[in-house]
């Protein structure tokens, strides 16, 4: 969780904002996964977001699914997720943020994946299918342990809503910028810059947006707005279509370019 702050606190002093790559964990397998967040982290990547495989991802559209039944065919599981963020810890001092859903949590135990996770070098836990009036038992677990319960913030949640999720997240909020599912679009909500600036208005802890960003462009787009920008299924499309060095390639020229427009101009 440390680690996270201190991510943020090291940007802000510097003008920046943060790049927060998502990948699912195991695609196409967990060797090519580790590889991959390596070469992100080298290439500006600030915080790593690692998707643990699900076989009912509500969230996701069909890119992130597709991702998840490869890694589910592969075998990985929760502990195999884990295995792979100490793996990368071992290596990289990035802050790592599991996003999975709660299911395979709970049948888990809160308290034992929280401080195993802990253990593995995990900063932080995404659970998209958790409501805040369930979310308790699971944020009690994750504070003693040590890991960030990171909540979302819908352009539907109403600003009472989104006060309080400001209040009881940890490590920044994540904004879903969209009505919707997970994947790359074209274009985003032209009312995005507006419900961006009314969030900042509501909470004082970090800022993310996340849900539907794919460019270079609309990273500079949303960066004044935010201190972090989420990319996900840009980035897993290529991991579908690329192999071996090829993808290592194209994966950390992406983030490079993604990460171009949130240092200070200039630098």
């Not at 502990?79 to 943020?97: C, F, H, T």
């Not at 070098?121 to 009690?140: C, N, Q, S, T």
């Not at 040590?146 to 949640?157: E, K, Q, R, Y």
């Not at 996900?232 to 992406?254: K, M, N, T, Y």
Request: proline share 7%; hydrophobic share 45%.
């Amino acid at each position: 969780m440390q680690r996270i702050e201190r991510v943020f606190r090291r940007l802000r002093a510097a003008g920046e904002k943060a790049l927060i790559p998502f990948i699912t964990a195991g695609d196409p397998d967990l060797e090519t996964s580790r590889r991959l967040a390596l070469v992100m982290a080298r290439r500006g990547a600030d915080i790593l977001e690692l998707g643990i495989p699900f076989s009912d991802p509500l969230a996701d559209g069909p890119t992130i699914q597709a991702a998840s039944q490869r890694a589910l065919q592969a075998g990985v599981t929760l502990p195999e997720v884990l295995k792979l963020a100490a793996q990368i810890r071992r290596e990289s001092d990035i802050p790592l943020v599991l996003m999975g859903y709660y299911n395979p949590i709970l049948q888990h135990g809160l308290t034992e994946t929280a401080r195993e996770a802990a253990d593995c070098g995990v900063d932080g836990f995404i659970i998209p299918d958790l409501p805040l009036e369930e979310a308790e038992p699971w944020r009690r677990a994750a504070l003693a342990a040590g890991v960030a319960p990171i909540f979302l913030a819908a352009p539907t949640s109403g600003a009472e809503r989104i006060r309080r999720l400001g209040q009881l997240t940890r490590g920044f909020l994540y904004y879903v910028s969209i009505t919707g599912i997970t994947g790359a679009r074209r274009e985003l909500p032209p009312e995005l810059v507006a419900a961006l600036r009314e969030v900042r208005t509501l909470v004082s802890c970090p800022v993310a947006v996340g849900f539907g960003i794919s460019t270079p462009e609309q990273v500079a787009w949303l960066a004044p707005y935010v201190d972090g920008v989420v990319v996900g299924s840009a980035i897993v499309e290529r991991v579908a279509r690329l192999r071996g060095e090829a993808l290592l390639q194209e994966i950390g020229d992406f983030v490079a370019a993604l990460k171009e427009p949130l240092r200070p101009s200039g630098s």
